[in-house]
């Protein structure tokens, strides 16, 4: 089968760093997205990694590594319009063409 | 602007009825997707379309239908078939593209079966 695994829950205080995780198995991977979805909203689009290593985006940034089937989401200098949900999400081109599958999400809690 | 609505915001059901949640884009997307989010849930996949009047099913299709007979439009079908229909909906669109995996997403649609 196909997913992506991710944290359910995070904590952090307001100006820090927080890392949230995601670990996937898919056949045909081709890139790992990040999405945030503040509650009652609409996921957002945030970054994509094609290819192993870091992309930056302001105080996001994306990693990714396909040897070990595993990226993360670091956002930094944490602000509490940051609280919200987390998904990572993967393009798959194996048995199912072209669907698009996102994990649980991670809620981030930003505190003063 | 170019977008993707979804209507109607809010809709109500009674128990054994059909009911269709519309999804238009003008972003020119070839793919369009269908998904199910539960409270303090993720998004499951319902259905999916690459291509005009061609669709596929995602990982809960039981219980709900979808057409593709327009390029702009995916409408999602909640039959009485599906048992527990109370949702948040969301519909999604992108390029078909192998790298970027960018989608566009509606607003949503909050139904409750009463």
């Known amino acids: 089968g196909q997913s992506l695994e991710q944290p359910s829950e995070v904590t952090a205080v307001e100006g820090a760093i927080v890392q949230i995780n995601c670990t996937y198995q898919?056949?045909?991977?081709?890139?790992l997205s990040w999405y945030q979805q503040h509650d009652g909203g609409a996921p957002t689009f945030l970054s994509y990694?094609?290819?192993?290593g870091l992309e930056e985006t302001g105080r996001f940034s994306s990693f990714l590594s396909r040897s070990d089937s595993y990226g993360y989401l670091l956002l930094q200098e944490l602000q509490m319009k940051d609280s919200a949900s987390y998904f990572c999400?993967?393009?798959?081109?194996?048995?199912?063409?072209?669907?698009?599958?996102f994990g649980k999400g991670t809620k981030l809690s930003v505190k003063p | 602007d170019g977008g993707i609505t979804q209507s109607p915001k809010y809709l109500f059901r009674k128990e054994g009825q059909n009911v269709t949640l519309s999804c238009e884009q003008n972003?020119?997307?070839?793919?369009m997707y269908w998904y199910r989010q539960d409270p303090g849930q993720g998004l499951r996949l319902i259905y999916y379309?690459?291509?005009?009047?061609?669709?596929q099913k995602g990982d809960i299709a039981e219980g709900y239908s979808v057409s593709r007979e327009k390029k702009e439009s995916f409408p999602l079908t909640v039959t009485s078939a599906q048992k527990n229909p109370t949702a948040f909906y969301l519909c999604?669109?992108?390029?078909?593209?192998?790298?970027?995996?960018?989608?566009?997403f509606g607003q949503g649609t909050r139904l409750t079966v009463v």
């Open positions: 999604a669109s992108s390029r078909p593209t192998v790298g970027n995996t960018e989608a566009f």
């Open positions: 898919t056949s045909g991977f081709y890139g």
């Open positions: 990694n094609g290819l192993d």
């Open positions: 999400a993967a393009k798959n081109y194996g048995g199912s063409q072209g669907n698009l599958i």
């Open positions: 972003l020119n997307h070839d793919a």
């Open positions: 379309s690459q291509i005009v009047n061609d669709f």
